[in-house]
C-alpha cells in the first residue's frame, strides 16, 4: 500500500507545482512591447556585428577629454581646479542663489515634506545653512573620497520641497547622487557642518559630511580612485549589497551602484581571510572608508562573483550596452537619483560609465556632446525615422527634458528604453506616474499631446567621434 502511494504523491506534488507555475502573470507591458522584447538579446539578434568590439581604451579617453573640454558639456575637470577659492564671496554668490530659488518655490506654491505650504521662515533656515562660518578671502579646497552611496543636494539639508504634497518621491532639492569611492573636491561647508559643499566630475552640489572622507593629500585621493582598467572591478548592474558583517560594520550591507570602480586586492594583500571568511567565489576589492576624525582610509572587502560585476571594464559592444541597460528594466525611477534610483540622464550616463566613457549629467548637457549626432529638431517624423534607420542600438536620443536609449525597429515601430517619471496612456487622455526603467515606442505621447517622436531634437551616439 505504501510502495503505491508514494508515487501517487509524487504525481500530486508535481501537478500541484504545475498548477501554481501555470497562473503566474506575465509581467505587465506597454502596448506594442511584447514580452520577447524584455529580453537583452531581443533588438540584436542576428546582427553578427553586435558583439563586435566597437571602441578600445584609448579611443574612449580621446572621447572622455573632448566632452570634458567642451563648455556645453559642464564637466567639473577635478584634477586641476585652483587650489583656494575666495570663502566669503563663494559664501554671497551661494546664499544669494538658495534665496532665488527658494522663493521661487514659495511664489509656486511648493509643499514641504509634510504636506504644507513651504513657508518664509522654513526658506530663510535653509539658505543660512548655506554660509560657511569659517569661511576666509584664501580658503583651500579639500580632496574627499565618497565612502556610501549618497545624494547630492542643491542645498545643505535633508528637507523634501515638493509640488505634489502627496509625492514625496519626487524632491526639487534633489540633485544627483554620489558613487562609492567616487572623487570630490570639498569647496565649502555649511553652517551646520552637516554638509560638504562638493564638486563631482559632472555635477555640483551639497552632500553629507559623514558620507566623504577626507584625503591626506591630492596623492592618497588620486591613488584612491585613479585604477587602472586592468586593476578596477566595475559594477554593472543597478545596485545590490554586500554581506553583512559583524566583522567590518563599516562595509557590512554597504550598496554599490551601477558605474561604481573599485580597486581590485591583490593576492598578496591578504592571507587566509577577508571579513573573517575566505574569499572562494568572491572578487577581493579595496573599499574606502572614513575613520572617527573624517580621513580616508580603505578596507579590504569582498564582492560576491554572482553580482553583476566586471574585471575592469566592459568591452563596448552593441549587445553589453543593452545587457547592462535591461538589467535595470523595471526597476524604480528616481529624481535627481533620490530613492538609490536613476533619472533618464543618469540611467544613461551610468550605462556609459560601465564602458570608460563619462558622460555629462543632466539631459541639456548631454545633448551637447561632441560626438557623432545630428540636430533633428525641424525634421518631419519621417524624417526622423529615416535617420533612426540607420542609428545603432545604444544611440541616445533627447527631447526636453528626457534622455532615453534607442533599441530598433519593428513592424513600423520604433522602440527605446529610458527611466521614465510620467507619459500619458495609449488614449493619449491620462497622464501616467509611470516611475520605472521601461520600453516603450516613439508613438508615445506627451502631455502636451505631441509623440515622443515628434518631440526628438537630438540624436547622439556616444561613443562615435
Known amino acids: 500500500m505504501r510502495k503505491k502511494l508514494i508515487p501517487a504523491m509524487i504525481t500530486a506534488v508535481t501537478v500541484a507545482q504545475l498548477s501554481v507555475v501555470n497562473v503566474l502573470a506575465a509581467p505587465e507591458e506597454l502596448p506594442e512591447v511584447s514580452p520577447e522584447m524584455t529580453e537583452e538579446g531581443y ?37 586641476n581646479e585652483k587650489p583656494y577659492t575666495d570663502g566669503l564671496a563663494l559664501n554671497q554668490v551661494l546664499y544669494q542663489q538658495a534665496v532665488e530659488d527658494l522663493t521661487g518655490f514659495i511664489n509656486k506654491g511648493y509643499f514641504n515634506m509634510y504636506g504644507e505650504r513651504l513657508s518664509a521662515e522654513e526658506a530663510a533656515a535653509m539658505a543660512g545653512n548655506v554660509i560657511n562660518p569659517n569661511a576666509s578671502e584664501q580658503q583651500y579646497i579639500h580632496y574627499g573620497i565618497c565612502t556610501t552611496f549618497t545624494d547630492l543636494r542643491v542645498l545643505p539639508t535633508e528637507y523634501l520641497i515638493t509640488d505634489d504634497p502627496g509625492d514625496n518621491d519626487f524632491d526639487y532639492l534633489q540633485n544627483s547622487n554620489i558613487r562609492v569611492n567616487e572623487p570630490v573636491v570639498i569647496r565649502s561647508v555649511s553652517a551646520d557642518g552637516l554638509y560638504y559643499l562638493v564638486d563631482t566630475s559632472s555635477c555640483s552640489g551639497w552632500a553629507l559630511t559623514s558620507d566623504i572622507a577626507v584625503c591626506a593629500d591630492k596623492a592618497e585621493w588620486l591613488d584612491a580612485w585613479k585604477i587602472p582598467s586592468e586593476n578596477a572591478i566595475v559594477v554593472t548592474e543597478g545596485r545590490f549589497c554586500l554581506e553583512q558583517s559583524q566583522t567590518s560594520p563599516q562595509l557590512s550591507g554597504l550598496a554599490l551602484t551601477m558605474g561604481t570602480v573599485l580597486r581590485k586586492a591583490d593576492r598578496s594583500d591578504y592571507g587566509t581571510r ?34 553583476g560585476v566586471s574585471e575592469g571594464y566592459l568591452p563596448l559592444t552593441e549587445n553589453n550596452i543593452l545587457k547592462v541597460a535591461y538589467s535595470m528594466l523595471g526597476d524604480t525611477y528616481g529624481w535627481g537619483g533620490m530613492l538609490s534610483s536613476m533619472d533618464c540622464s543618469l540611467y544613461v550616463q551610468n550605462i556609459y560609465k560601465c564602458f570608460g566613457l563619462e558622460l555629462p549629467r543632466n539631459t541639456t548637457w548631454q545633448s551637447k556632446m561632441p560626438v557623432t549626432g545630428v540636430d533633428v ?56 506616474r509611470v516611475r520605472g526603467v521601461v520600453i516603450n515606442t516613439l508613438d508615445t505621447r506627451r502631455a502636451n499631446g505631441k509623440t515622443w517622436l515628434e518631440s526628438i531634437h537630438t540624436v547622439l551616439v556616444p561613443y562615435l567621434l
Request: hydrophobic residues 40%.
Open 274 to 307: 577577508i571579513e573573517n571568511r575566505s574569499a572562494y567565489y568572491n572578487y577581493p576589492v579595496w573599499i574606502p572608508v572614513r575613520t572617527a576624525d573624517g580621513r580616508y582610509s580603505k578596507a579590504l572587502g569582498l564582492i560576491s562573483m554572482h553580482h
Open 43 to 79: 533588438f540584436t539578434a542576428g546582427r553578427e556585428e553586435a558583439d563586435q568590439v566597437l571602441l578600445d581604451a584609448a579611443a574612449i579617453q580621446a572621447i572622455n577629454a573632448r566632452i570634458a573640454s567642451t563648455k556645453e558639456c559642464c564637466m567639473n575637470d577635478l584634477e
Open 377 to 432: 529638431s525641424a525634421y518631419t517624423p519621417e524624417m526622423k525615422e529615416a535617420v533612426l534607420d540607420v542609428c545603432p542600438p545604444g544611440t541616445l536620443l533627447y527631447f526636453s527634458g528626457h534622455a532615453m536609449m534607442y533599441l530598433g525597429q519593428e513592424n513600423g515601430n520604433y522602440y527605446v528604453i529610458s527611466s521614465v517619471s510620467s507619459m500619458m496612456d495609449a488614449s493619449g487622455t491620462q497622464k501616467l
